[in-house]
């Protein structure tokens, strides 16, 4: 099925092939002939399936008709985060630039000021986290009585982040009847049950099954001492081709930590976490997508669902604790039929996270040593210093120092070794050795093989 066959209009189909489009994604060919059709939808699909398209083209059509009057939004458009909110926005100039359609983007951090003069003016499709939502309500400047389109995106996250109530409660506000469409990565009973209160006789939609991992995402995972992560990685980074990175951290406070460590050791890195400020958010992942930023360590909630099209490689810094969140991390890479690679750094104390994460996906994560990719590389600071003037580099292998490493760079590194193995103790427990069974090794991947030449 071509685009031109789902029955979109002609303005539309101009910004999808200008958009470079040839063909819509299987999740598009489902819904967007259903949504057409007045129906509500329940989509099971992760971000990457081109799902935010598959929602934004339909909605685009069925809004052209009417206006929209002061302070009541024709559609309301849900999302758990400021950047997915912001994404979809982008969607609709994208795609809407033959239309004209007006959207306002609801979310925390920017000023009411001007979030109210666009209210005031008459919207068609409003954005909104729901925090952000409730608040222009409470103060009299949204209402709900002319939404006849609601989207909530994303609603497993929702839930995980508490959002669940607030969500309710907007769903409570909508005084019209509408088409409802309800998207979600994974389908837990709890979200199954929402579904089943906000939707009626649903076309359900299914792209992937729930929680796969793309078969474009080369996976690998080896266990490590916690004091040991950040010289690990460090060792991973230089002898691997690493073009850009996000790297996972499980609390905020961690992602500052790493994202220290790195700058400190010549890396150009950059962090995202929901404690920033909008703007430094969106000026992060903007120079991340420019290629000014090669690592981005986040969090999951900044990162969840960030469009971002050619990430090299996930490394979970730290082994998620929601198997769910391993499947959104690595979708990250691997996007749009390219090669991706996940690499996951685990304690000895993780175990149970990784038999629910692999009981989840399905699949066992091949396990290496570390020290068989990363040559030896840490360990012993003194050691690592003199072994790594002896080294030569293999002939034929690629050159995988971070593109910004300065000579001087490294030459602090090499100082300030002992003084932050010093600061890595104080920071981390010594770990508690157990058994390591989930920790055995596999073949190498052929994405961590270094060449012997
Ligand atoms: P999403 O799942 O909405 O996050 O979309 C993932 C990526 O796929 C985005 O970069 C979209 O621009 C892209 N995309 C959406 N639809 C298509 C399509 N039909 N063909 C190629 N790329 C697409």
Not at 31 to 55: E, H, N, S, W, Y
């Amino acid at each position: 099925m071509s685009f031109p066959e789902l029955g979109l209009s002609e303005g539309v189909l101009r910004a999808v092939a200008e958009a470079g489009y040839e063909h819509p994604t299987p999740i598009q060919k489902q819904a967007i002939p259903q949504i057409l059709m007045g129906r509500d939808v329940l989509g099971c699909a992760q971000t990457g399936t081109g799902k935010t398209a598959g929602f934004t083209l339909p909605m685009i059509d069925i809004l052209s008709q009417g206006r929209a009057k002061a302070r009541m939004p024709r559609s309301l458009i849900l999302e758990p985060t400021r950047e997915l909110a912001a994404q979809v926005e982008q969607n609709f100039e994208t795609y809407g630039k033959y239309s004209r359609l007006t959207t306002a983007l609801l979310i925390g951090g920017v000023s009411f000021t001007e979030q109210e003069k666009k209210l005031d003016r008459g919207v068609d499709v409003l954005i909104a986290t729901p925090g952000r939502l409730l608040d222009h309500f409470e103060r009299g400047k949204v209402l709900m009585n002319d939404v006849g389109f609601l989207v909530i995106d994303e609603a497993d996250r929702m839930l995980d982040m508490g959002f669940i109530p607030d969500v309710e409660r907007i769903v409570g506000l909508i005084t019209r009847s509408h088409q409802t469409l309800f998207f979600s990565a994974t389908m837990p009973a709890e979200i199954r049950r929402l579904a089943d209160r906000f939707l009626r006789d649903p076309k359900e939609i299914s792209v992937t099954p729930p929680a796969s991992v793309a078969e474009t995402v080369e996976q690998a995972m080896g266990v490590i001492e916690p004091r040991d992560k950040r010289a690990a990685l460090r060792a991973i980074l230089r002898t691997q081709v690493v073009k850009n990175a996000l790297l996972f951290c499980n609390r905020k406070r961690d992602v500052g930590v790493l994202h220290r460590s790195l700058t400190r050791h010549g890396y150009n890195a950059g962090a995202l976490h929901g404690d920033l400020e909008q703007w430094q958010r969106m000026e992060t992942l903007d120079r991340f997508k420019s290629g000014d930023i090669q690592l981005l360590v986040c969090s999951d909630v900044a990162a969840r669902g960030l469009d971002i099209a050619a990430v090299s490689h996930v490394f979970n810094f730290d082994v998620p604790t929601h198997p769910e969140d391993y499947v959104h991390r690595i979708g990250r890479t691997g996007r749009a039929g390219r090669q991706g690679h996940a690499f996951t750094l685990a304690t000895p104390d993780d175990g149970k996270y990784i038999a629910a994460i692999e009981k989840l996906i399905g699949t066992r994560i091949p396990r290496v040593e570390i020290e068989e990719i990363a040559a030896a590389e840490f360990g012993e600071e003194t050691k690592k210093s003199k072994r790594r003037g002896a080294r030569r580099k293999p002939a034929g292998q690629k050159t995988s120092e971070a593109p910004s490493r300065t000579r001087d760079a490294r030459r602090k590194d090499q100082g300030g070794k002992r003084d932050s193995r010093r600061r890595r103790d104080r920071i981390e427990d010594a770990p508690d050795y157990g058994d390591t069974p989930f920790g055995e090794t596999d073949q190498v991947p052929a994405f961590l093989r270094r060449s012997t030449g």
